[in-house]
């Protein structure tokens, strides 16, 4: 009987000390992610902060990576013609387009993808494009450096036409023939020409991971504790009551 709860013992002290070690690290490994997505979140902030690049500064860096974030101040000309609603987009709480267009750059001639701002869309008659001003001529619009417009999921393939699901700028560049970089310009300001651009703002999602790293040391000190109660202190507490009831 002693060998047999002596094997048991050593059983769940390994399984209690290899528990803990793993949900230690897994708390660590989260405190980790956690303090890389806020160093993410400064640079993002102190590039924001950033002096306004030109179109020369944005077409001669070597990779996105190296501007991404930045403040844009653009001057050009808009190709309305090659106009996307971009669909099921939200702001403010509410579906409707991102409307983007190309930019022919004032000087160099070459055109660049921008995010102009959201409209809300005609649920009647979903076909119907909603009315937005493109001006003619060259305009200037400030902005910040971003990826390509993000993707969402769709049942169908790349749609074609002015209101899709998606903007593949692979098929894009060969469906308008225009020589677009791997970017966009998402456009700032106030509401104009029937735009708005109030951008959703993603924090860094360190609070989660912060969150998920108490959980596991939480779930750490459980096994700690169940360990100890169910090893030590209700064993001691038995021989106890065992040694009154013999006295």
């Known amino acids: 009987m002693s060998t047999k709860r002596t094997g048991r013992f050593w059983l769940a002290t390994i399984a209690s000390l290899g528990g803990i070690a793993i949900t230690i690290a897994l708390g660590f490994w989260q405190w980790g992610r956690a303090a890389q997505k806020v160093a993410l979140q400064v640079s993002i902030d102190e590039r924001r902060s950033m002096p306004a690049i030109d179109s020369k ?21 808009w190709l309305a013609r090659y106009t996307v609603f971009l669909d099921n987009r939200q702001m403010q709480g509410h579906p409707g387009f991102y409307v983007v267009t190309p930019l022919q750059l004032e000087g160099s001639g070459i055109p660049v993808l921008v995010e102009r701002g959201w409209v809300q869309r005609n649920f009647v008659d979903r076909e ?11 305009v200037e619009l ?30 894009f560049r060969a469906e308008t023939g225009l020589a677009l970089p791997s970017l966009a310009v998402q456009q700032t300001g106030d509401a104009s020409q029937g735009l708005l651009r109030d951008w959703p703002q993603p924090g860094s999602g360190s609070e989660r991971n912060y969150g998920y790293a108490f959980q596991w040391w939480a779930i750490a000190f459980v096994i700690a504790f169940l360990y100890a109660w169910f090893q030590f202190i209700v064993p001691r507490q038995r021989s106890r009551r065992q040694a009154r009831h013999h006295a």
């Open 128 to 138: 119907k494009l909603p009315a937005i001003e493109t001006p003619a001529g060259v």
């Open 57 to 77: 500064a944005l077409l001669g860096a070597k990779s996105l990576a190296d501007i991404v974030h930045r403040p844009v101040l653009l001057r050009g000309t």
């Open 142 to 171: 400030r902005g910040r450096v971003a990826p390509p417009p993000a993707k969402l999921y769709e049942f169908a393939g790349a749609a074609q036409g002015a209101i899709r699901q998606n903007l593949d700028l692979a098929q």
